[in-house]
């Protein structure tokens, strides 16, 4: 079992900085591969990025690819989401989840963090 807390989120204007942070308990963080999901006002759920049980291997979405970077610390049971030049259209709830593999993964996880808020001002 693995249980994930975000933390974060918050206001921040149009080309702004945040670094939203995954602590997440259990023993098998260190060979999971890890993800970030956002969901906005009315729309579903889309992923963001993900990386893998190393921090070796990473992926992101094309909307968010050259102004985020996920990356973990495995000694310290984290992983963070480093936003930068942000855009109002980068406005949801941002959900950490882990998934049982050592690979990261665009769709299959099997824990989800409650979320944190961001929103992002024109």
């Known amino acids: 079992q693995v249980q994930l807390v975000e933390s974060g989120g918050g206001l921040v204007q149009s080309g702004g900085s945040l670094r939203l942070s995954c602590a997440a308990s259990?023993?098998?963080?260190?060979?999971?591969?890890m993800g970030w999901f956002r969901q906005a006002p009315g729309k579903e759920r889309e992923f963001v990025a993900t990386?893998?049980?190393?921090?070796?291997?990473?992926y992101y979405a094309d909307s968010v690819k050259g102004r985020f970077t996920i990356s973990r610390d495995n000694a310290k049971n984290t992983v963070y989401l480093q936003m930068n030049s942000l855009k109002p259209e980068d406005t949801a709830v941002y959900y950490c989840a882990a998934r049982q593999g050592y690979s990261g993964s665009r769709t299959e996880y099997d824990y989800w963090g409650q979320g944190t808020q961001v929103t992002v001002s024109s």
């Open positions: 990386i893998d049980w190393s921090g070796g291997s990473t």
């Open positions: 259990g023993r098998t963080f260190s060979t999971s591969g």
